[in-house]
């Protein structure tokens, strides 16, 4: 009987988180305000031509390479940021690796680390749910191959010191260091929110990956980038698939990189809206967790399903993370457009005060 390899058997399957596209959908931390009108025109623009045509990966791996003031040499476009992680994981990790990072995280990690068969090696967070950067340096060991941070970290919202990652690529010279920036444009402006993307020069173990999921709006099209040193990303370039990224978003990828000024406004109202947020949870008297995403993680504890219920009768989907190790009777919210903020704010207080009745 025809069996797949035993760590793909042992696989939990991965359930998709959206449950429902009804009403108003802050459970998935998407860009509620859409994409740039210029990447929606070049959308309508394209021919039969430009549809039928394989993609040129190297095209977009030239224009992401000078956005970011990198080599194309250091950059390699994905299918999203779940096919950089893969790439990453499944180059450096075999059965004897050691796959290290901190919970609550992205999902993803573990999963990745496990489909290779790698024993994954998860670092409990404090109360603070900050990235516990001594334990990770405690964890460290010749047999960790990859060291996955989400920073700023989802589902927390918190962004790690640039000098604590630092000392992490440096603590672990023989591991792929991934630092997942999926979240950057959305930081505060603050010191620990630095890019490691100049530290790629001299970190040879370093990578750094970032999204057009988010602030760009465009996680339908589904483009990551992964960065690193031109050695590095030369081997899973050799890996990654031929025709990995579709014609129709490298076509868009120009119009996205030039329209800073919209995601600019974006990232304005998101830093706003979130602000909204944490005032509002701040009056309501819950812990909440500063956030530097697009969205705001909240503990409501025992409140929290009917909460998230309550809030689905207003249509409008929030997401449970009580599941997440750490994140017991915790809720995500993503933050919306301003328009959108009117409803959502009256809404999570008429819902706040219901769950606490139920």
């Known amino acids: 009987m025809l069996k797949p390899r035993e760590t793909i058997a042992a696989l939990s399957p991965y359930r998709s988180p959206i449950l429902s596209r009804e009403g108003l959908t802050l459970d998935l931390n998407e860009s ?22 394989y993609p040129q990966r190297e095209t977009g791996e030239r224009l992401v390479g000078n956005f ?14 779940d096919e ?17 990072f901190a919970d609550p995280t992205f999902v993803m990690y ?4 496990a489909a ?27 047999r960790t191959r990859v060291i996955a941070i989400a920073n700023p970290n989802n589902p927390t919202g918190l962004a790690a010191e640039r000098a604590d990652l630092l000392k992490i690529v440096e603590s672990a010279p023989n591991a792929a260091v ?10 505060g402006g603050a010191l620990k929110c630095s890019t490691l993307i100049p530290d790629l020069a001299r970190y040879p173990n370093l990578f750094v990956a970032r999204t057009f ?38 076509a868009c990828l120009e ?43 909240v503990r409501l504890g025992d409140s929290a399903k009917a909460f998230v219920e309550s809030m689905k009768r207003h249509r409008i989907l929030v997401r449970d993370f009580s599941a997440s190790p750490g994140c017991e009777g915790c809720v995500r919210i993503t933050v919306a457009t301003p328009k959108q903020m009117e409803e959502v704010l009256p809404a999570i207080r008429e819902s706040f005060a219901e769950a606490l009745r139920s």
């Not at 970011?68 to 999203?80: M, R, S």
């Open 32 to 53: 509620m305000a859409g994409c740039s009108p210029h990447v929606l025109a070049r959308l309508h623009s394209l021919s039969a031509a430009d549809v039928s045509r």
């Open 68 to 81: 970011l003031g990198l080599a194309p040499e250091q950059v390699l476009v994905t299918n999203g940021m």
């Open 84 to 100: 950089a992680l893969s790439l990453v994981f499944t180059a450096y990790l075999d059965a004897n690796d050691e796959l290290l």
């Open 110 to 113: 573990p999963m990745l680390g």
């Open 116 to 142: 290779v068969g790698a024993k994954v090696v998860r670092v409990q967070s404090g109360e603070d749910l900050a990235l516990p950067v001594a334990d990770l340096l405690a964890r460290i060991s010749p």
């Open 178 to 187: 991934v630092i997942d920036e999926a979240y950057f444009e959305f930081c």
């Open 213 to 250: 999921s988010k602030a760009y709006g465009l996680a339908g099209l589904r483009l990551g980038v992964l960065t690193g040193a031109a050695g590095q990303i030369d081997y899973l370039r050799r890996l990654s698939l031929p025709f990995n990224v579709n014609s129709v978003v490298l």
């Open 255 to 297: 119009e996205a990189l030039a329209d800073g000024s919209f995601v600019s406004e974006h990232v304005a109202q998101i830093r706003h809206g979130r602000e909204q947020l944490e005032r509002l949870f701040g009056e309501l008297g819950v812990r909440f967790w500063p956030s530097e995403t697009n969205f705001v993680l």
